[in-house]
């Protein structure tokens, strides 16, 4: 596993900002209407619970670590296409789950 500096969290974090306001850097809109579509057709109880499953949890976390560890822009785009499909997919499926629940616990409940 690579090794974290503050510098590359508050990068990431900078990044997530940003994603959280509609500016996707690391991934294209492509990308992410297609990963959205695809767990949209999977999301099935059964297709949630491969999502979540031990060794994909154990997977994303590991890629994402490493992800974070990469200390340019430039570095983390080069990493993460040189992710095969299935994981660059899981990848963008939990940047999305990050972002999601970041919004949730930033924006007010309305009723």
């Not at 949209?40 to 499953?53: I, P, R, T, V």
């Not at 340019?72 to 629940?101: G, M």
Request: proline residues 1%; without cysteine; glycine residues 2%.
């Amino acid at each position: 596993m690579s090794q974290i500096e503050e510098k590359n969290f508050e990068s990431m974090e900078a990044l997530l900002t940003q994603a959280a306001k509609g500016i996707h850097v690391l991934f294209d809109n492509k990308t992410i209407a297609d990963v959205l579509k695809k767990s949209a057709q999977n999301d099935s109880l059964e297709g949630e619970k491969d999502f979540y499953s031990f060794d994909k949890i154990k997977k994303v976390q590991n890629v994402m670590t490493d992800l974070i560890a990469q200390k340019t822009y430039i570095d983390k785009i080069s990493f993460l296409e040189s992710l095969d499909a299935e994981t660059y997919q899981l990848v963008v499926r939990a940047y999305l789950h990050i972002i999601e629940n970041s919004l949730k616990k930033t924006q007010p409940l309305k009723h």
